[in-house]
């Protein structure tokens, strides 16, 4: 007679790093991939500084301590629900280096290419859309109805706000925050640390650490 096996399936916990209002549309997301098998183990609750312990953001979950002094702990799954990108790269190095892990959030009602490449962390929230080899690095986060298109990047830790579009062949650097309804036209690259404003158009190659706004896009440098 052959022996008898139990698999033993591993869920982690899940916790989300920030309590803002974004963070209660993220943990309706996780629910919401829990639900239909997209994502497996049980949410536990927020990580806040600015928010006391013990409150509540919905009925059911609510702050369980900072982030400062939180140590990682590797039964916990982390994600992180902040649109500023370089508050988002400090929080992700400082954590990973301590060996946390980063969950990979994918709505079900997004659409992600078999050829797209998905980095530690990344977020694709719900209607957005990952384009035959597109690559989406480490802790990016792509709100709802944002796209990127085939052959396109975006770089660690860059925010796509509602709407925002990356068409054929562009690309976006590290920490890069494109507002709502914002465009990167095809084969533009856009450098590390810029801003593009919402609704703006970008035509041309952006180099790293400045501000786009308007139709066309104009630049402004920062200090």
């Known amino acids: 007679m052959k022996p008898f096996f139990i698999k033993v399936i591993y869920m982690k916990k899940i916790v989300i790093l920030g ?8 943990q309706g997301y996780i629910s919401d991939c829990l639900a239909v098998g997209a994502l497996t183990g049980e949410f536990l609750g927020f990580l806040d500084d600015t ?4 409150t509540h953001l919905s009925s059911k979950w609510g702050v369980l301590g900072g982030i400062v002094d939180h140590k990682p702990d590797p039964d916990l799954l982390y994600y992180i629900a902040l ?13 990973k280096a301590q060996g ?4 990979v959030l994918k709505h079900p009602s997004a659409y992600i290419s078999s050829a797209a490449k998905l980095g530690e ?17 480490e802790n990016v ?8 298109a085939h052959h396109s990047e975006v ?5 796509l706000s509602p709407y925002a579009t990356l068409n054929g062949h562009s690309s976006v650097g590290e920490a890069v925050f494109l507002g709502t309804s914002s465009v990167v036209t095809s084969n533009v690259s856009v450098g590390s640390l810029v801003k593009v404003a919402a ?12 501000e786009a706004f308007g139709n066309p896009a104009r630049v402004k440098k920062l200090t």
């Open 19 to 26: 309590a803002g209002g974004f963070a209660l549309e993220l």
């Open 51 to 54: 928010i006391p312990v013990g």
């Open 83 to 95: 649109g500023n990108p370089v508050d988002r790269r400090h929080l992700y190095s400082v954590l």
């Open 100 to 103: 946390g892990e980063f969950g």
């Open 121 to 137: 962390g990344a977020i694709l929230c719900p209607f957005a859309f990952a384009g035959p080899l597109s690559q989406i690095n």
């Open 141 to 148: 986060l792509i709100n709802i109805y944002g796209s990127v």
């Open 155 to 159: 770089g660690k830790h860059s925010v």
């Open 199 to 210: 609704g703006s158009v970008v035509y041309n190659n952006l180099s790293e650490n400045a």
